[in-house]
C-alpha cells in the first residue's frame, strides 16, 4: 500500500510539473511573438500546415461518409430526409473536425517537432544557439507555435469542406437522396457561426501541439530512446489535452 501511494504521488507531482513546465513555456514564446522570424514561420506552415492535408482530407472524407451512412437510412425511415445534411454539417463543423484535425496534426506535426528538437537536443545544437547569442524560444518554438495556429483553421475549413461532400455523394448514390435536398438542408440550419466557432477551436488545438511539441522536445533526455519516449508522449499529452479542452471550449462557446 505504502509504495502504491508513493508511486501515485510520484506521478501526480511529474504531471503538475510538466504542466507547469508547458505553461511556462507558452508564456515565454507568447512574449516573443513579435520577435518570430518570417522566413521560419513560413517554412513551418509548408512543413506541418501542407504536409498535413492529405491525411485530414482523407480522415474527414470518410468520417463524412460513415456519419451520412449511419444516420440517413435512420432518418429516412421517420421522413426527415431533410435533415441529412444539416446534421452531417454541425457535428464536422463544431466538434468532429477541429477534434480529428488537432488528433491528425498531434500524430504527424506534434511528432515531427518532438524528434526534431529532441534530436537537437541530445546533439547540443540548442546549447550551441545559446552559445551564439540566439533564444531557441524565438528561434525554434514561436515559428512553429504560430504555423500551426495559423494552419490547423485552414486544414479545418478545407477538411470541412470535403467531408460534407463526402456525406453528400453517400447520401445520393447510396440512399437515393437527392444533392439538392442534403445541400439545402445546410442553407436553412447551418450558420456562419457553426464554422467559425469550430474555427477557434482549432487556433488554440494548433497552440497546444505546438507547444506541447517543443517543451517534451526540448527537455528530452539523451539517446534514442529518450527522443522516441518524448515523442510518444507528445502525441499521448497532446490528444489527452485536446480532448479535455474541447469539453471546456464546447461548453464556453456553444
Given amino acids: 500500500m505504502y509504495a502504491f ?31 518570430a522570424s518570417r522566413r521560419q514561420t513560413v517554412e ?25 451512412l449511419q444516420i440517413a437510412s435512420e432518418l429516412s425511415r421517420y421522413g426527415a430526409e431533410f435533415s441529412i445534411g444539416a446534421i452531417v454539417s454541425f457535428a464536422l463543423g463544431r466538434e468532429l473536425g477541429p477534434v480529428l484535425c488537432g ?26 544557439l545559446r552559445c551564439l547569442a540566439t533564444d531557441p524560444v524565438t528561434y525554434l518554438v514561436v515559428p512553429r507555435m504560430l504555423a500551426c495556429m495559423l494552419m490547423l483553421p485552414l486544414l479545418n475549413v478545407l477538411g470541412l469542406v470535403i467531408g460534407v461532400f463526402g456525406g453528400m455523394l453517400v447520401c445520393t448514390l447510396v440512399n437515393g437522396i437527392s444533392a439538392y435536398t442534403f445541400w439545402h438542408s ?19 488545438f494548433g497552440m497546444i501541439v ?6 517534451r522536445g526540448m527537455t528530452s ?19 489527452i489535452m485536446i480532448f479535455a479542452v474541447n469539453y471546456l471550449l464546447s461548453e464556453i462557446l456553444f
Avoid at 504542466?19 to 512574449?31: E, F, M, N, P, S
Wanted: hydrophobic share 50%.
Fill in 103 to 128: 488528433v491528425v496534426l498531434a500524430g504527424r506535426g506534434g511528432a515531427a517537432i518532438t524528434a526534431e528538437l529532441g534530436t537537437m537536443k541530445v546533439t547540443e545544437q540548442i546549447d550551441a
Fill in 44 to 68: 513551418q506552415m509548408y512543413l506541418l500546415g501542407v504536409g498535413s492535408f492529405p491525411i485530414v482530407a482523407l480522415t474527414l472524407l470518410f468520417t463524412g461518409m460513415v456519419m451520412t
Fill in 186 to 204: 445546410i442553407e436553412t440550419f447551418v450558420g456562419p457561426s457553426d464554422v467559425y466557432l469550430g474555427m477557434i477551436k482549432t487556433i488554440i
Fill in 221 to 239: 533526455r539523451a539517446g534514442a530512446a529518450g527522443v522516441g519516449k518524448a515523442t510518444t508522449q507528445t502525441v499521448v499529452y497532446s490528444i
Fill in 210 to 215: 505546438a507547444v506541447v511539441g517543443c517543451q
Fill in 5 to 35: 501511494l508513493t508511486d501515485l504521488g510520484r506521478t501526480t507531482l511529474y504531471i503538475f510539473a510538466q504542466i507547469g513546465a508547458t505553461v511556462q513555456l507558452l508564456v515565454a514564446a507568447w512574449r516573443r511573438v513579435g520577435q
